[in-house]
């Protein structure tokens, strides 16, 4: 029989169907091939040597020679523009608001053919520092209320480049899903004096069966109530509330983890496509004693059907324990 599961973070309820759960090689997209990509195209905009082609530059991350390792430009085509005064409209029912803010381009590698799970460790730590830069710079905008890093890998995620990117956008608004976590969250945290994140990874931690991996510094692990198949979380063992405060030790491990976990999902579902977002405090919430950042990676391997969409409850075809115990079978052969 299948089991509902509640997930106190995201507040949603899931179904684990157990009768229909699916091995690794289910979620393998077999008559899916990735192209063979050249290290270098001529008429890609982030491809080292075209840098003419991008957006205007707005920060770097070099190697010691001199050359650049990460380049973040302005988005040619922008959700929210680079504005530090919001207006306001409203009219009965009708509320509108400019889109101020920013929307940048995270260009992660000088070439156009490699994938994120094969960047050495130093690398992703130059990426992720190029992130907390961009967060803290971002987060000084009297406009911007939240700011999101996140990246689209292959088709199915949402991806329109082939070159290695991610995107980080901050807007003039705390989206009702954030707001809700955060409300929850808030509840929790009078009613117990408890952070519910860390209550959370001290479950996960106790029960065992779900941690992926655990470092110095982060614990990799699937929840309880995942939302979908192999849907990752990366916790800071140390309560924070805003990515932006991360330190440089922190950086590093943070980097370890990372990489780790998407050549484990890499070796496990076959290169699937995936989102991974960092889910951090609003921007004038850096020292939340109630909310605690984090790093959430999701597979695409699953869709949303019409029962999804109609109830707003997932259902997990996959139990979050053999997902769990497969990524660590993973790490094993990697």
Known sequence: MSE????PITLDWVIMASDRSMKPNDFRKED?????????????????????????EIARACDKDGSWQVRVVANKYPAFSPMEVVERHNEGTFRSLSAAGAHEVVIEHPKHNVALSDFTAPHVRALFGLYRERYEALRLN?????????????????????HPHSQITAAPIVSAQVEARL??????HQKTGDCLYCRVLADELEAGVRIVEESESFVAF???????????????????SSFGAIGDCDLDHLADIL?????????ALGDPDY????????????????YHWYVAIVPRVSHLAGF????????????????????RAAAVMN
């Open 308 to 327: 999804e969409l109609g109830s707003g409850t997932y259902i997990n075809s996959s139990r979050p324990e053999h997902c769990a115990e497969v990524l």
């Open 183 to 188: 409300q929850e969250a808030r509840r929790y």
């Open 275 to 290: 989102n991974f977002m960092i889910r951090s405090s609003p921007a004038r919430a850096v020292h939340s004693p109630y």
């Open 222 to 240: 699937i929840p309880y109530a995942s939302l979908s198949p192999y849907h990752l979380w990366i916790f800071p063992r140390q309560h924070a």
């Open 259 to 267: 990489s780790r976990q998407l050549r484990h999902l890499h070796v």
């Open 4 to 7: 509902m599961r509640f997930n």
């Open 32 to 56: 899916r091939v990735r192209p063979e990509l050249p290290a270098w195209r001529e008429n890609c905009p982030f491809c080292v040597g075209n840098e003419h082609l991008s957006a205007q």
């Open 142 to 162: 009297p406009a911007v209320e939240s700011i999101v890093i996140f990246k689209n890998h292959g088709e199915r995620a949402g991806t329109s480049l082939e």
